[in-house]
């Protein structure tokens, strides 16, 4: 008896999604951008980021707590995705979910001017961000194709 298509490409996909999850839970402790000196007449300014936690906490951190939302929610989706499998509008949801992240961070909503640099571990965030939101993609156009496949095929007696 053969595995049904649909089940083993779940399969394989839902393999890179936990790895996912934890590195993407572990960027929450991480710093996204750089410190800031600013000169002006003889008088230096500085500001600090830290890690999305210390920004949430600051004045005009609710860039950072919306993004600590959608991680939180990308986060039970990549879960479900890795144990149950997922469906097409789980993992288009994923993929925005993921690219509003991304977007958030190379943006750099609520940091003020001049806007920081962003870390080398905020940049390796941003890659892992958009490599999710396009693995995402692909798993639910490649999922859809194939059912499509499936239901538009008759079966077919063994020979």
Do not use: Q, W
């Not at 993992?91 to 943006?107: D, E, H, Q, R």
């Amino acid at each position: 008896m053969t595995e049904n298509p649909v089940n083993r490409i779940a399969t394989g996909y839902g393999r890179f999604y936990a790895p996912i999850a934890v590195c993407l839970f572990a960027f929450l402790f991480f710093p996204l951008y750089d410190t800031v000196v600013v000169r002006e007449e003889g008088v230096e300014f500085t500001s600090t980021y830290g890690t999305v936690f210390d920004m949430a906490t600051n004045s005009g951190g609710a860039p950072a707590m919306i993004g600590i939302l959608l991680l939180a929610a990308l986060l039970a989706m990549l879960a479900v995705a890795a144990v149950r499998g997922a469906v097409p509008p789980l993992l288009v949801t994923m993929a925005v979910v993921s690219t509003l992240m991304a977007v958030l961070v190379l943006t750099k909503v609520g940091t003020g001017t001049p806007a920081p640099p962003i870390t080398d571990a905020g940049k390796a965030g941003v890659a892992l961000l958009i490599a999710t939101a396009v693995l995402t993609a692909v798993h639910a156009v490649h999922f859809s194709a194939l059912r499509r496949r499936n239901t538009a095929a008759p079966d077919s007696e063994p020979r």
